[in-house]
């Protein structure tokens, strides 16, 4: 299996101006099943941010993976309790682009 970022936002009436998403837990799944992607993104608000009765659009700016061996092996190697310590794995794969769709709230 890999490990997958999505960016995503989520924008009310058409205002691109303010991004709904943030304050919140997400988490993904994913599977491909020969050239076909399917996906799902679940993400869980701090505090109700979405207004009644609007349109909603979400937009995703970009899908990506990792191998998922690599990943655990960087950050075995790497003390994540020290403070500033990081680590970083190559990108696999990697789309790129401007994906809309619009969601009834």
Do not use: C
């Not at 989520?10 to 988490?27: E, K, R």
């Not at 608000?45 to 659009?57: C, N």
Request: hydrophobic content about 30%; cysteine-free; overall charge negative.
């Amino acid at each position: 299996s890999n490990y997958q970022n999505i960016h995503f936002s989520l924008f009310a009436d058409n205002d691109m101006s303010y991004d709904l998403v943030g304050g919140g837990i997400s988490s993904s799944t994913f599977q491909i099943e020969g050239d076909i992607f399917y996906g799902k993104v679940n993400f869980t608000y701090d505090s109700k941010k979405l207004p009644d009765d609007t349109d909603l659009m979400l937009q995703i700016s970009q899908l990506s993976w990792e191998d998922w061996d690599e990943r655990r092996t960087a950050e075995a190697e790497t003390n994540l309790s020290e403070t500033g310590s990081s680590f970083t794995v190559p990108t696999a794969l990697q789309y790129d682009g401007e994906w809309r769709f619009d969601i009834t709230y």
